[in-house]
């Protein structure tokens, strides 16, 4: 649909919109059912915290530049479909190489390549997204849509978990077997997402901008949306991959439970997150188009700070509470549903269409640094000195992150 007829903010569900969210949804099965039983895996193998720290940092990184320079091509060549299905095709085969792993180095290389794919199809997918609606509903289109993708990071790794139980009782005395036939099965709706892309959404016609510079591209960005990125940047040091929040109740419930069956609940519990962040997307974009983008984000990134705190005090005083630890991953939920759908609004606010896939490459780049820096530290920190050390490091960087968010003013 041509945004200059969709004038009336009711008609913002139109069929772009409805197939970047099937597409998503089918995206994030396959991604998220990899995700949930990933820490487990490692933990079968022997890998320690510190190095899935390093290769959700690792792999944040190579996405966050490549998504930079997607965004930049996609201003100049006028195209951006052609490159979104290519991301979505190289995210499903490059996460089947995990059935085929037997040490990090491969779960390294096929997860950075993986979210080379996601760096890829992200900022043009957000593109296409928001010239396919009106300003005045670019809240209500982006939070349904964040809702669609979680739909499918919902019900992935429920089926995940309970694939993986099913081939634990079938499996030999291997214990890899059971989570390597499920990175398998991943393939299908990886697949179908680049299918379903292809058919449903529509990319508005641009021209090429072939004089189009890089560099002079990113100094024409505007000042609001540089100030704005360096508090998304601050934040995002301490934002901090939610894998770890998985291999964190994995720890924490082991001594009670096996390492299979703590991995399977940590795995519900996320499933759970991935259900919270699902119901609040779309009543977070209608609350910011009603009371302001800015706002509504700055009370996530508070939700964030909380999160990381308590769950280093569920490290510092052991609390195996499931209440609890289902308490933390709620509120991961609602944070990253107001974060995924609400930074994406604010960059099309302050960037003009012209330039809108290279300021989407920016952010996802910015947001990608602060992923490197904080799932390898937190990480690091982890195994070196303790998790509470990690957790109380992203809760330091989140604040500072959030009171930047909160002081910054637009300038006209």
């Known amino acids: 649909m041509d945004i200059r007829q969709n004038k009336n903010p009711s008609s913002w569900l139109n069929k772009t919109v409805v197939g970047t969210g099937i597409t998503s949804a089918l995206g994030d099965f396959a991604y998220e059912t990899a995700t949930v039983i990933l820490p487990g895996f490692l933990a079968v193998l022997g890998i320690p915290a510190f190095a899935l720290g390093a290769i959700e940092g690792v792999a944040d990184a190579i996405s966050s530049f490549t998504k930079l320079g997607a965004g930049f091509l996609s201003d100049r060549v006028g195209r951006r479909k052609p490159l979104v299905m290519l991301g979505y095709g190289l995210t499903a085969i490059a996460q089947a190489l995990f059935a085929i792993a037997t040490g990090w180095g491969l779960i390294l290389f096929g997860r950075t390549v993986a979210w080379f794919g996601r760096g890829v199809r992200g900022p043009l997918r957000d593109a296409i997204l928001a010239e396919a609606i009106t300003s005045q509903t670019r809240g209500r289109a982006f939070g349904f849509h964040r809702a669609a993708d979680t739909v499918g990071a919902v019900i992935g790794p429920l089926l995940g978990v309970a694939l993986l ?7 030999s005395a291997d214990a890899s077997v059971p989570f390597r036939n499920v990175f398998w099965l ?3 709706p990886g697949t179908l997402s680049v299918l379903s892309f292809g058919f449903f959404v529509n990319e ?14 990113i100094r024409s960005l505007p000042v609001n949306f540089r100030h704005y990125l360096t508090a998304v940047g601050v934040f995002g040091m301490g934002d901090f991959a939610h894998t770890l929040l998985i291999l ?41 188009d009603k ?22 005090f569920a490290f510092l005083f052991q609390i195996t509470n499931i209440i609890y630890l289902a308490f933390i991953f709620f509120l991961a939920g609602v944070y990253i549903a107001v974060e995924d759908a609400l930074e994406s ?17 920016l952010l996802g780049t910015v947001n990608g640094i602060g992923d490197l820096i ?9 195994t070196v000195i303790s998790p509470v050390a990690g957790f109380g490091f992203a809760a330091i960087l989140m604040l ?12 006209k």
């Open 165 to 171: 139980a099913m081939f634990q009782n079938a499996s």
């Open 186 to 188: 991943t393939l299908i």
């Open 204 to 217: 508005k016609p641009r021209d090429k901008n072939p004089r189009l510079k890089f560099w002079k591209s």
């Open 248 to 288: 964190a109740a994995t720890q924490l419930l082991t001594a009670d439970l096996s390492v299979v069956k703590a991995a399977q609940v940590a795995g519900l519990l996320y499933v759970g997150r991935n259900v919270v962040q699902a119901v609040v997307s779309y009543p977070v974009g209608h609350l910011a």
């Open 374 to 382: 904080s799932s390898s530290v937190v990480g690091l920190l982890w």
């Open 400 to 411: 500072t992150g959030t009171l930047m968010m909160l002081f910054f003013k637009n300038r």
């Open 291 to 312: 009371y302001g983008h800015k706002k509504i984000l700055t009370i996530g990134y508070i939700i964030a700070v909380l999160t990381a705190l308590m769950m280093a």
């Open 345 to 361: 609004t604010m960059t099309a606010e302050y960037v003009p269409q012209e330039l809108r896939g290279t300021g989407y490459g």
